[in-house]
């Protein structure tokens, strides 16, 4: 029973999950790794039975607590855009696990996931969803994303799922030199963009890449 839930049926079925990754491949996402671990994972497991058919749509959806799952193009992105001209990270911090979708997926192509996540319910949510793709390299915390997660830096890759108006600076001096971070960063929807920052020894080098519209990035925790 559970491998055919997993596995899912109709809208969403292997082939929704094909038909998912063409779709990735015609807007430009060409890492074979990020695809095929895309191809592989059943993202309507990380979401309210109600909406399971929309999962591989390419729209994100709400997952509760004025929170959503990103659109599957974005997550495939940001991910490509951490592994980029990399063979594997070892250590890599996610800030808003959300649901996690996105930790899943990051947890099959590095070495640890560390995850923050600010909303204890959806944190509770995410374990659960991990749990039943057995991931074994994830580590949770439930804390304020600001302050990132000082016990295991340096990392070699952060990714952000939310948008702050500026880079916090804590999270800045946890990237290993050489490290790379993949952020939206902007103070409303319609004015975010996505960023791939790089440490170089003290100084950081940002290149600012596409549009793109998240939930905004909220101190404190709940």
């Not at 969403?12 to 191809?39: A, F, H, P, W, Y």
């Not at 607590?65 to 940001?78: G, R």
């Not at 509770?124 to 994303?145: E, R, S, V, W």
């Amino acid at each position: 029973m559970m491998q055919r839930y997993l596995q899912g049926i109709g809208m969403t079925s292997q082939r929704t999950r094909d038909r998912m990754v063409k779709r990735l491949i015609e807007q430009g996402i060409s890492d074979t790794r990020v695809l095929e671990v895309m191809r592989t994972t059943p993202r309507h497991i990380f979401m309210d039975e109600a909406l399971a058919s929309r999962a591989y749509e390419d729209t994100a959806l709400p997952i509760g607590y004025n929170q959503t799952i990103s659109q599957p193009y974005t997550v495939a992105k940001m991910t490509e855009l951490l592994l980029e001209n990399k063979e594997s990270l070892t250590k890599v911090l996610e800030i808003g696990t959300g649901c996690g979708y996105q930790t899943a997926i990051l947890a099959q192509l590095v070495d640890e996931v560390f995850s923050v996540e600010r909303i204890f319910p959806l944190q509770k949510k995410a374990i659960a969803h991990t749990a039943l793709l057995k991931l074994k390299n994830i580590h949770y915390t439930h804390n304020d994303g600001g302050w990132g997660w000082a016990d295991f830096a340096p990392y070699d890759g952060i990714l952000v799922a939310a948008s702050p108006s500026e880079i916090p600076e804590a999270l800045l001096q946890q990237l290993t030199v050489g490290g790379v971070m993949v952020i939206p960063v902007g103070d409303s929807e319609g004015n975010q963009a996505l960023q791939r920052i790089t440490r170089v020894e003290n100084t950081f080098q940002i290149e600012e890449l596409e549009s793109v519209s998240f939930v905004p990035f909220l101190a404190g925790k709940e």
